[in-house]
């Protein structure tokens, strides 16, 4: 059996879980999501506990039995915690800042760009330290809006300037060297 999919997902108290065949609603204090798995994979809820099997030990079973597991996992660990993604502004004169929901970035554009959230996604700004927190219940949602972020202004290899993830590093480039 596979390693991940083999595992219980454990429900925590709050958190509601649907399973109609292949179709899990996950319902917390956070939000709701819900997703319909391939029907090779079988899903039962017992007990607040969820179990995923899989119908032979071919690849492409195993691959999927891994894979559905850690995505119930993640929606269920989404409606209950949530998910946060970090960014760094780096730069002289970049900062970013809210306006209600919506984030502004000055990051050496003519103008500022701005980010409207989508729903379940929320922002939280340190201008202290130039932090922006992508905020949510959905951990593809949080990537990719923290990777839309990011796009804006990706990070420079020379001055490292721009939007970076905060556990990134940069390889930095050596620059023009000096006439003699």
């Known amino acids: 059996m596979s390693r991940i999919g083999r595992l219980p ?8 879980v649907e399973v ?29 506990v969820i179990r995923v099997y899989r119908p032979s030990d071919s690849g492409y079973h195993r691959a999927l039995h891994g894979m559905t597991r850690a995505l119930i ?36 554009y003519s103008h500022p760009v701005t980010i409207e959230p989508p729903e379940g996604i929320s922002f939280e700004v340190d201008s202290r330290t130039r932090q922006i927190k992508v905020l949510g219940y959905d951990k593809q949602l949080v990537g990719q809006v923290a990777a839309n972020i990011r796009k804006v202004r990706p990070p420079e290899p020379y001055k490292g300037k721009g939007i970076k993830y905060i556990e990134e590093k940069i390889r930095f480039k050596a620059g023009k060297t000096g006439k003699a």
């Open 20 to 48: 109609i065949g292949t179709h899990v609603k996950v319902r917390g204090p956070k939000g709701e999501i819900e997703h319909t798995f391939p029907p090779e994979i079988s899903i039962r809820y017992e007990d607040g």
């Open 9 to 16: 997902i454990v429900v925590p108290k709050g958190v509601e």
């Open 73 to 108: 996992n993640n929606m269920v660990q989404g409606v209950n915690t949530g998910f946060e993604r970090v960014l760094e502004v780096n730069g002289v004169g970049y900062r970013a800042e809210k306006d209600g929901e919506k984030l502004i970035l000055y990051v050496g």
